[in-house]
């Protein structure tokens, strides 16, 4: 019992970490008035496109900016950013250095709208059980500010998403 209640705590602070890394995203905006400097999205499309490129990924491109590749399309439900999301996913860097993998999907379960644009812009393009790969902006992503877990400022990023559950 002992040992399934740190577990719990130890989750439960994995998820509170995560949404203080959303938390500086949103008030992100304030670093600007600091010489925060956006990178645009056009300025990093060739870095992006050769990302795919190295990886094999046929991409589209977004008018947003994110050029993604629909996997599997899933079917049934399709998240809206008031969705739950139950996913799993690896995220790297442009030189393919993996950030952040989570292969647990009873881990998520977060409202879409309070993750990443990038996100919010390209998993409403799968359905439930599909899966996609997205290379997002910076501008999309964390901006000028950069994350923890080695995510320097104006860092395009590189996710490869299954959406597992969807609930509305």
Request: aromatic content about 10%; some cysteine.
């Amino acid at each position: 019992i002992v040992i399934n209640n740190i577990m719990q705590i130890v989750k439960m602070k994995k998820v509170f970490l995560f949404f203080i890394l959303i938390g500086l995203l949103a008030f992100g905006s304030c670093e600007k008035e600091k010489g925060c400097v956006q990178t645009s999205p056009s300025d990093e499309k060739a870095a992006m496109a050769a990302f795919c490129t190295t990886n094999g990924i046929t991409y589209t491109e977004h008018s947003s900016g994110i050029l993604y590749q629909v996997i599997n399309a899933g079917t049934n439900i399709t998240p809206s950013l008031d969705s739950r999301i139950f996913i799993y996913y690896t995220g790297k860097l442009m030189n393919g250095t993996t950030f952040e993998t989570l292969s647990d999907p009873t881990r998520t379960g977060w409202q879409l709208k309070s993750l990443i644009e990038g996100w919010q812009v390209g998993l409403p393009l799968i359905q439930k059980g599909g899966r996609i790969k997205l290379v997002i902006p910076s501008s999309l992503a964390y901006g000028c500010v950069g994350a923890g877990g080695g995510i320097a400022p104006n860092s395009p990023l590189f996710f490869d998403i299954t959406l597992t559950d969807v609930q509305p």
